[in-house]
């Protein structure tokens, strides 16, 4: 896959979102990580629970659990 050159602007707003979490503690970025984890979860079983209404929680648990489990990047 081609990479793609940021342009300015995304240049600036990586290096200015990487200043933020640099001057954050160790337990502040914890709990950032923590709260995207949790936000990635609820969108995922949103998502399997629109496609899939019929599902009971219990498959759409299996189904976020399995996307994450086996999610493949590149």
Same mark, same amino acid.
């Given at each position: 896959?081609?990479?793609?050159?940021?342009? %300015?602007? %995304?240049?600036?707003?990586?290096?200015?979102?990487?200043?933020?979490?640099?001057?954050?503690?160790?337990?502040?970025?914890?709990?950032?990580?923590?709260?995207?984890?949790?936000?990635?979860?609820?969108?995922?079983?949103?998502?399997?629970?629109?496609?899939?209404?019929?599902?009971? %929680?219990?498959?759409?648990?299996?189904?976020?659990?399995?996307?994450?489990?086996?999610?493949?990047?590149?």
């Amino acid at each position: 896959m081609a990479a793609t050159a940021l342009s %300015e602007h %995304e240049r600036a707003a990586h290096a200015h979102q990487a200043a933020i979490f640099r001057a954050m503690t160790p337990q502040q970025r914890i709990g950032c990580a923590l709260r995207m984890n949790a936000t990635m979860r609820r969108l995922l079983a949103l998502g399997f629970q629109s496609r899939h209404p019929d599902w009971s %929680e219990a498959q759409i648990c299996r189904a976020v659990a399995d996307r994450i489990l086996y999610a493949r990047t590149g």
